[in-house]
């Protein structure tokens, strides 16, 4: 039984709003990108890592990453939604991988993963049938929007949080199972752990913390960074 790592990064990050893809913005001096690599890299049972990158990509090479040959390699076969990357990913990496071999989806975008998080994940989920995800439960009260009028966005009612969780990565699945999952849901899965639902397997909910955020808006940017300094303190 061994394990990979899989960062899909061949988005836009649109909603950024920036003038680069979101996984190149820099991050307390490195791109974004980097701070999700280095801790999956200094994990010493994760076999290597590997970055699905768009075909056309052109900023990758604009970096220096020496000293991370020997533990990543990059994926020039990324597709047009987080779904197609993944599964494109997984097929390149068929040929390494074995099917019960555990693959490790990450968010180039979540750049403030801790250590202990990562190893938790790993300690837990590594003998469970399934698979897992790190995850935290809901802690504020959820609204649920009526449609749009002229006076603006209303609350429309209020959804009970009991039993709700936010997903986070890595999300952790068999090789297999994962690859099977994904072909079978199309390209509209959001996260990893709802084509492995739409199986009928229920993943293990790993509970994590506010501190792995995902990077969406340009004010996220500056939290990741205070997160960073207190994480490398």
């Not at 979540?110 to 300690?123: N, V, Y």
């Not at 709700?164 to 390209?187: D, I, K, V």
Request: proline share 5%; glycine share 8%.
């Amino acid at each position: 039984m061994r394990f990979y790592a899989l960062i899909p990064a061949a988005g836009s990050g649109s909603r950024m709003g920036g003038a680069i893809e979101k996984q190149y913005m820099d991050l307390n001096s490195v791109p974004m990108i980097a701070h999700a690599m280095m801790v999956l890299a200094r994990e010493p049972r994760i076999e290597k890592l590997f970055v699905v990158l768009s075909p056309t990509d052109k900023r990758w090479n604009n970096y220096e990453w020496q000293g991370w040959e020997e533990r990543i390699e990059v994926l020039r076969c990324g597709g047009a939604t987080r779904a197609e990357t993944v599964l494109n990913g997984l097929d390149a990496i068929a040929k390494v991988c074995d099917a019960d071999d555990w693959v490790l989806v990450h968010d180039a975008a979540r750049p403030c993963l801790p250590d202990e998080l990562l190893g938790k994940l790993l300690d837990e989920v590594a003998e469970d049938p399934v698979g897992g995800l790190l995850a935290m439960p809901v802690a504020d009260t959820l609204k649920r929007a009526a449609a749009d009028t002229a006076s603006g966005i209303r609350a429309e009612a209020t959804v009970p949080r009991a039993g709700l969780w936010q997903a986070q990565t890595p999300q952790m699945f068999r090789h297999s199972t994962l690859t099977e999952a994904l072909r079978a849901a199309g390209s509209d899965m959001t996260d990893e752990a709802s084509a492995i639902e739409r199986l009928g397997l229920q993943p293990r909910l790993i509970e994590s913390d506010s501190r792995n955020l995902k990077v969406t808006y340009p004010q996220d940017l500056e939290l990741a960074g205070l997160i960073l300094g207190k994480l490398n303190e």
